[in-house]
């Protein structure tokens, strides 16, 4: 098999996650280069990963690479990522794809033009768990699905050097867009169309956000099943800290993240542990599929595609949020036609 020759732009807290997953697949990916503006994260990456090259200007990695691996703030996805797919490179694009609905579809259509993956990290889709989960409902071992709801409790304050996080400009929106994107995507992975929706967010408890810090959402699928998302930058302690519950009509699917357990819930019978699987990275699965695309031409899981409809949904939410009303969600499901006139209306 072809060794893929892999670029890693970006080296500060999400890339050491990725270092981890790309262990393991050594046969087909080898880290040729990697590039951070502070030349010195840059260095440690290159000896640590042992790649050929440590830059402070990406461009100066694309002739020796094949792929790339874009792990920067939001605001830079599009332009790196443009540049890269320009000069022919597929990408693995950290979630979001990017801050506006524009550049998503200049990314989109620029990937598929030149005939290269364009792929986003939306990892918790690789996660044994989410897919146990997914099977689990598929096979029907908890009856018709009416509800899902999901908690992600943290605390996550930038560093001094890391402001972006907290700021609408490099960040695209709050903790909902950052972070609730994965949690979008997923919910429409599991249950299909959404018809409508409410947000409502808060920077009360996380001050340092310019928008919020918190998030509430709200959402009604075209089947009747509705959905719930918690999500705080702002936890000072957390009980759920990572969880989603399925319910449905002959049981509830309770997925911990944090203890790498999915366990089935039925009254009058013991709670049976259908997977621990403490351990297993999910940038592992994520990376494996992104190769995996590369070389077979497949369509990523996770294309730009179903990322814009989820970043859609996020962007909807938001604008209703504002009116104070509810949010029309519909021709926003993965299955749905995505580049239509009209949806583009969208905040810029
Ligand atoms: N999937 C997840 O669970 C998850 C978790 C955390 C972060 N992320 C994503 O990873 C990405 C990066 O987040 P992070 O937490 O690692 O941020 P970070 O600030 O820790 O790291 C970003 C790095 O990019 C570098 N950088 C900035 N501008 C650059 C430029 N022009 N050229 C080269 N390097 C540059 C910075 O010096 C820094 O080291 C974001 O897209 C974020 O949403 C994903």
């Known amino acids: 098999m072809k060794q893929m020759r892999l670029g890693i732009i970006g080296c500060g807290g999400m890339e050491k996650s990725h270092e981890k997953g790309i262990e393991g697949l050594e046969d087909s990916v080898r880290i040729t280069a990697v590039c951070d503006i502070v030349e010195e994260r840059a260095g440690k990456a290159k000896e640590l990963l042992k790649a050929d090259m440590a830059v402070t200007d990406y461009k100066e990695m694309l002739p020796f690479v094949d792929a790339v691996l874009v792990v920067l703030p939001h605001h830079l996805h599009y332009p790196v990522g443009m540049t890269c797919l320009e000069a022919g490179k597929h990408v693995l694009m950290e979630k979001p794809l990017a801050i506006t609905e524009s550049e998503c579809l200049d990314l989109v259509h620029l990937a598929d033009e030149k005939k290269l993956v364009l792929m986003i990290g939306y990892v918790m889709r690789y996660n044994p768990l989410v897919l146990k989960a997914k099977e689990l409902v598929e096979s029907g071992a908890i009856g018709d699905p009416f509800q899902m709801s999901i908690w992600t409790e943290q605390f996550t304050r930038f560093p001094d050097d890391r402001l972006w996080g907290h700021k609408i400009a490099t960040l695209g929106g709050g903790q909902f867009f950052s972070h609730g994107c994965h949690y979008v995507d997923l919910l429409l992975w599991f249950l299909g169309r959404p018809v409508r929706g409410f947000h409502i967010g808060t920077n009360r408890g996380t001050p340092w956000m310019e928008k919020e810090g918190s998030s509430n959402v709200v959402l009604e699928f075209e089947n009747g099943i509705t959905a719930y998302h918690f999500g705080t930058w702002g936890a000072r302690g957390s009980r759920l800290r990572s969880s989603m519950h399925i319910h449905g009509t002959e049981g509830m699917i309770d997925i911990r993240v944090n203890e790498g357990k999915v366990l089935i819930l039925k009254f009058g019978q013991p709670e049976q542990v259908v997977l621990d699987s403490l351990g297993q990275k999910n940038t592992h699965g994520q990376m494996a599929h992104f190769l995996e695309c590369i070389r077979t031409g497949n369509r990523p899981l996770t294309d730009g595609i179903g990322s814009l409809q989820s970043l859609r949904v996020i962007w909807r939410l938001y604008e209703a949020e504002q009116k104070n ?24």
Do not use: C, H, N, Y
């Open 325 to 348: 009303v509810a949010a029309d969600l519909r021709g926003l499901g993965l299955d749905e036609p995505w580049d239509v006139p009209g949806l583009s209306l969208l905040p810029e």
